[in-house]
């Protein structure tokens, strides 16, 4: 047996999430169909590094998964590639050690957030943006985001149905930043984050930036798992997971 | 009757292009059947600069229609922006002289067209580029673009099914440029393009990037319309149509 890593792409507009499930069309389902096929007909379970949700995108997104025998892994990425649907992509493979688990050896994750701030939804980003049409003070937002910044008991930003129980995470880094004239994009970097947490942070920032929210109130939020404090989950289509680190690769944490 | 002039944005891709057809949706029949609603269910009819075809995009087409009566063009920009679909936008809306016509009035246009040269497609820009995997001589193209700036007939980079006569166009500038690691920026300005023009320029650039055509194809086959000196008509997603200028606004043109 051998395990191998990829990196894989997505447009997450088309499917219901990563994770298989009946009666939906997910990444899990259209990548085990193809590397089945690759493997002679015999089933292939591929592990991520955590689900994405529906409607979510991946740039940088990592997998596991086992073959019974050695492959070539540049002719197994092309077939992989070219035999997935165009809004999936197999960037790298690698072969890795069997010890190796995308999910259980990720040392931390960076996810982008796009907000189009334009008067008029722009018709490009309505797929990979939320939209945003009133007034926004950044500067407040940026001091607001310091409050998310290191190791918290994030269980007010988790939604429900999550398994998780353990729900302290830390965010490395917070950056809210101007692109063009009518995009925010917001990275968070950090250990892990929990269900939707990245979304309910974005949403209440957004409740701070209009003044609908103090500007302490994930402060407040984390200090007394105040729900009241936080804002709505932001749409799924501005998230992006950028990309996954694994251990000695701690250097992109700044 | 007031005449307003219209700047609109659209994502192609729904679309069997602009203008009406039978059994197909368009960006006309979708914005003519609002403006039909906003004027009390009477008939609208707009005048595009010029028509895109099925998949192309525009981020600034220019259009004109005339409605009974005048009105606050914001409130009326903000009525059809809200109405029509999420993949058309209405930037902006101007009362005009009712002499003003976005085709016949038009002075120049800007086309890109974007290239995504990845190893692996990348997903978020499959409907919205061309993607070409083969070796590119960067250099080449743009000296072989240089053939195509200028007045010259440009009969043989005209699609047929054009009814146009006069086939003599002035190519203010091509150029080309690298964006990020993974694609490549064709950008078209001149006082205006023929049917399917500027994707048949990019299918022979890229086929003289890749060394199947001389780099002096653009001049033979200008030369002596000489259709085998010519590449593929490129894919409709690569393009944009990114402005178009009227008298008085050529600074724009470099």
């Given at each position: 047996?051998?395990?191998?890593?990829?990196?894989?792409?997505?447009?997450?507009?088309?499917?219901?999430?990563?994770?298989?499930?009946?009666?939906?069309?997910?990444?899990?389902?259209?990548?085990?169909?193809?590397?089945?096929?690759?493997?002679?007909?015999?089933?292939?379970?591929?592990?991520?590094?955590?689900?994405?949700?529906?409607?979510?995108?991946?740039?940088?997104?990592?997998?596991?998964?086992?073959?019974?025998?050695?492959?070539?892994?540049?002719?197994?990425?092309?077939?992989?590639?070219?035999?997935?649907?165009?809004?999936?992509?197999?960037?790298?493979?690698?072969?890795?050690?069997?010890?190796?688990?995308?999910?259980?050896?990720?040392?931390?994750?960076?996810?982008?957030?796009?907000?189009?701030?334009?008067?008029?939804?722009?018709?490009?980003?309505?797929?990979?943006?939320?939209?945003?049409?009133?007034e926004l003070d950044l500067e407040s937002m940026r001091r607001a985001a310091r409050f998310i910044e290191g190791e918290h008991d994030f269980s007010v930003f988790c939604a429900t149905g999550s398994s998780v129980?353990?729900?302290?995470?830390?965010?490395?880094?917070?950056?809210?930043?101007e692109v063009g004239e009518d995009e925010l994009l917001f990275i968070f970097k950090g250990n892990g984050f929990l269900y939707k947490m990245v979304r309910m942070l974005v949403g209440t920032l957004l409740k701070i930036g209009n003044g609908q929210l103090p500007e302490d109130a994930i402060q407040r939020a984390l200090a007394n798992q105040d729900k009241k404090m936080t804002g709505p989950t932001a749409q799924p289509e501005g998230l992006f997971l950028m990309k996954v680190d694994y251990n000695g690769e701690k250097k992109c944490h700044k």
């Open positions: 047996m051998t395990r191998y890593k990829a990196i894989i792409s997505y447009d997450g507009t088309n499917y219901a999430g990563f994770q298989i499930q009946p009666n939906a069309v997910t990444i899990q389902e259209v990548i085990e169909a193809t590397l089945k096929r690759l493997n002679s007909g015999k089933p292939v379970t591929i592990h991520p590094s955590g689900r994405t949700d529906s409607g979510v995108h991946a740039v940088g997104q990592v997998i596991h998964f086992d073959l019974p025998q050695k492959r070539d892994v540049e002719k197994l990425r092309f077939a992989l590639d070219t035999q997935t649907p165009e809004d999936i992509s197999i960037l790298s493979i690698e072969e890795v050690t069997e010890d190796f688990h995308a999910r259980y050896l990720a040392t931390g994750k960076e996810y982008h957030y796009h907000v189009d701030t334009g008067k008029s939804p722009n018709p490009f980003k309505r797929l990979y943006a939320a939209h945003f049409r009133y129980e353990d729900k302290t995470r830390t965010v490395y880094s917070v950056t809210i930043e």
